[in-house]
T-cell receptor, first 111, second 112 residues
């Protein structure tokens, strides 16, 4: 079954404590992306990756890092989380014609 | 980069046809137009995709005029379960459109 798996689903952390949200896809897609979703702001792109070792900034990259060491995995790293990064995060994997497959989402709270 | 504009919200009664329009004036020659549906706390899911003219599947139709600067998602006879946020996405990975913007979407509320 084609799927994108994100972990964890829920996370509460404290300001400044590094965290990683994992994302894995089993469709051999080249393009993967991270989005955050906040009330009234829709889905905003954080980072994307066109292929292994190729990443680039989206609309709201500040405070985030990503890596793409292998095609299936695209983790999102918050080196020093702050309360304004409290949000719902989605990882997505795209087929060649931009059909997107989304993970279940990660609800992050930074206190 | 083809950014999109959609109405923020729409209301409809059960059983009616709903049309949601998306404007994308800067669409590139090889861009596809794709629509997604999102329920609360879930990731968006694919509904329909087209390049030009009309596309129909078991859940929706997509109308694209000749200039491709807009598109209309048509949902026939909506039910309460169609209450969701609908996004249009314009882009094409093959053309090097690297940023794929979803925008703010249209919140559809179906009323009994």
């Amino acid at each position: 079954e084609a799927q994108v798996t994100q972990n964890p689903r829920y996370l509460i952390t404290v300001t400044g404590k590094k965290l990683t949200v994992t994302c894995s896809q089993n469709m051999n897609h080249e393009y993967m992306s991270w989005y955050r979703q906040d009330p009234g702001l829709g889905l905003r792109q954080i980072y994307y990756s066109m292929n292994v070792e190729v990443t680039d900034k989206g609309d709201v990259p500040e405070g985030y890092k990503v890596s793409r060491k292998e095609k299936r995995n695209f983790p999102l790293i918050l080196e020093s989380p702050s309360p304004n990064q409290t949000s719902l995060y989605f990882c997505a994997s795209f087929s060649g014609n931009t059909e997107a497959f989304f993970g279940q989402g990660t609800r992050l709270t930074v206190v | 980069l083809a950014k999109t504009t959609q109405p923020i919200s729409m209301d409809s009664y059960e059983g009616q046809e709903v049309n949601i329009t998306c404007s994308h004036n800067n669409i590139a020659t090889n861009d596809y137009i794709t629509w997604y549906q999102q329920f609360p706390s879930q990731g968006p899911r694919f509904i329909i995709q087209g390049y030009k003219t009309k596309v129909t599947n078991e859940v929706a139709s997509l109308f694209i005029p000749a200039d491709r600067k807009s598109s209309t998602l048509s949902l026939p006879r909506v039910s309460l379960s169609d209450t969701a946020v609908y996004y249009c996405l314009v882009g094409g990975l093959k053309t090097g459109a690297n940023n794929l913007f979803f925008g703010t979407g249209t919140r559809l509320t179906v009323i009994p």
